[in-house]
């Protein structure tokens, strides 16, 4: 048994198969997942190297390693290997990564199945990759000028990573569409999906309201927080209008499948993102009962260290995600057309699951059995599930948006991975106009087939 796993392992790294776990209990796997999970581990990989390098914490406990010293003078990387730590060297190996995504978006334009060259090297030949992504991580430390280089590309990676989170909040908007269609096309079937949907779009709008209460509560004062007082009422109101447009009867009668859930999930979204963003504005002084006093902070993170590792930890696992879900899902070619803002899809054809985001596993694909491991579904026969080029870019624009985000965008100085959610009128602004962003987006996709009927007829 063990024979057989290791020949296919090692056809995977060193060849075109695809990829499969050796235990032959695991669920049958598509070729095109199995691909898509491989590039997002990579990327994963690099992200927590990224998070290692601009954490001090970290740095101090390398620091307690014998001969680490000795091993930092053998590699030339200075005292303490203060060259591999900071905010450059996150720079250099985010450039490094992003330069293999953007190879590999240009070296698979235009393929259109899995049977050429070009589709079998982005299927395979794991090993071989891995040996050049970490060539290019760490070719990204020899670049020359590298005074020019962090500022060119710091201006490259906000312009990158900004481009990110706009193609994350079309995404978004689309999930909740989809999400919706799915599970209304069920609701003449089954009362279990009228039920659903209302309990789901219930839930979303008792977390929304009840995010506002919280951050009317906490996060504003009589004498201060001027701007989370504007700001909160300002989107919780555009959240009421979209959420009252969604059920309009000139909506309706245009788009029958528009309801309370795709505006549920917006709110959703939206609250968390107003949350994030007073968050991240640095604290405000009130002098009360003659003691200056921080207001306007999270109420469970005062004067608790434990509290703050939490809250802090709990960003980041935030941030994997997302990043993680819009490389993933952003590049199927019917996640592609919310960039279209474009929603063809009859409810008749759907059928309704829990588990819609990847796809449907009705279809009959060519299944190579392993023998000692898991199947593997070889969907790309015929033609590509999703466009490898896209994929790549979305990944190469990922790249830059960790790096950014990682080194807190243009506050890089002394920045360290432990002060993430620390204040920045940067990323304050940042975090809002994203709130306005992704409201006009999903505005848009609602009123779109009114002032342009014929680009939407089915």
């Not at 200075?78 to 203060?82: F, Q, Y």
């Not at 450039?95 to 190879?103: E, H």
């Given at each position: ?21 050796c235990?032959n209990?695991?669920p ?12 997002a ?8 190297i ?7 914490t970290v740095?101090g406990e390398f620091q ?10 053998k590699?030339?990387a ?5 060259t591999?730590?900071?905010?450059a060297a996150v720079?250099?190996?985010c ?9 590999f978006?240009?070296f698979?334009l235009r393929?259109n199945n ?5 589709a079998a090297?982005?299927?395979?030949f794991w090993?071989l ?5 970490a ?5 990204g430390?020899f670049i020359p000028e590298e005074d020019?280089?962090l500022?060119?590309w710091?201006?490259?990676g906000a312009?990158?990573?900004s481009i990110f ?7 978004l908007?689309?999930?909740?569409h989809?999400w919706?269609?799915n599970w ?5 079937y089954?009362?279990f999906?009228?039920a659903?949907l209302?309990?789901v779009?219930?839930?979303?709008f008792?977390?929304?309201?009840g995010?506002?209460v919280f ?8 004498e201060?927080?001027?701007?989370n007082?504007?700001?909160l ?5 555009l ?5 009252m447009?969604a ?11 528009s309801?309370?859930l ?6 959703v979204y939206?609250?968390?993102?107003t949350?994030?963003?007073?968050s991240?504005?640095?604290?405000e002084?009130v ?6 006093t921080?207001?306007?902070?999270f ?12 809250v802090?930890a709990l960003?980041?696992?935030?941030l994997?995600?997302c990043i993680?879900?819009s490389?993933?899902t952003?590049?199927?070619r019917?996640s592609s057309a919310a960039?279209r803002v474009c929603r ?16 449907d596993d ?17 969907d790309e026969k015929?033609?590509?599930i ?7 870019f ?7 948006y ?16 432990e ?5 920045s009128?940067d ?10 962003v992704?409201?006009f ?18």
């Open positions: 048994m063990c024979t057989p796993c290791c020949v296919s392992q090692l056809a995977c790294c060193c060849g075109s198969a695809a990829c499969s776990c235990c209990c695991c049958k796997i598509k070729q095109s997942t199995g691909t898509r999970i491989m590039y581990l990579y990327f994963l990989l690099v992200t927590i990224c998070v290692i390098m601009m954490s001090p740095e307690k390693i014998p001969l680490y010293s000795q091993l930092c003078e590699l030339n200075g005292e303490d290997c203060k591999l730590v900071g905010y720079y250099k190996v450039f490094g990564m992003s330069c293999f995504f953007l190879f978006c240009f698979t393929v899995s049977d050429g060259c070009r090297v982005h299927n395979g090993l990759k891995f040996i050049a992504l060539a290019c991580c760490a070719g430390f020019i280089f500022l060119v710091r201006y490259v312009t990158c990573g989170l706009l193609i994350q909040l079309m995404v908007v689309e999930f909740a989809r919706n269609t209304s096309s069920g609701v003449k089954s009362r999906w009228y659903a209302a309990f779009t219930l839930m979303l008792t977390l929304a309201v995010a506002v951050m009317g509560v906490y996060y504003t004062h009589p201060a927080c001027l701007l007082k504007i700001f009422g300002i989107n919780g109101s959240c009421l209008i979209v959420s447009l059920i309009s009867p000139c909506i309706q009668k245009l788009q029958p499948t309801g309370l795709q505006p549920g999930v917006i709110s939206v609250m968390y993102l949350f994030s963003a007073f991240s504005k640095p604290k002084m002098e009360i009962n003659g003691v200056n921080t207001v306007c902070v109420p469970f993170n005062s004067g608790l260290e434990g509290d703050k590792k939490i802090t960003g980041t696992v935030i994997f995600a993680l879900y490389c993933l952003s590049t199927t019917r960039l063809n899809s009859e409810p008749e054809t759907e059928r309704a699951r829990c588990c819609f985001c990847f796809g009705t279809d009959e694909y060519d299944e190579e059995r392993t023998g000692s491991g898991q199947n593997v579904m070889y015929e033609a590509t999703y466009s490898y080029a896209y994929f790549h979305v990944f190469f624009l990922g790249s830059l960790v790096m950014m985000t990682v080194t807190n965008w243009f506050n890089y100085d002394n920045h360290e991975i002060k993430l959610l620390d204040g009128w990323v304050y602004w940042l975090k809002m106009a994203c709130c306005w992704c409201l987006i999903y505005m848009m996709t609602l009123i779109a087939p009114m002032i342009c009927p014929k680009r939407f007829e089915a």
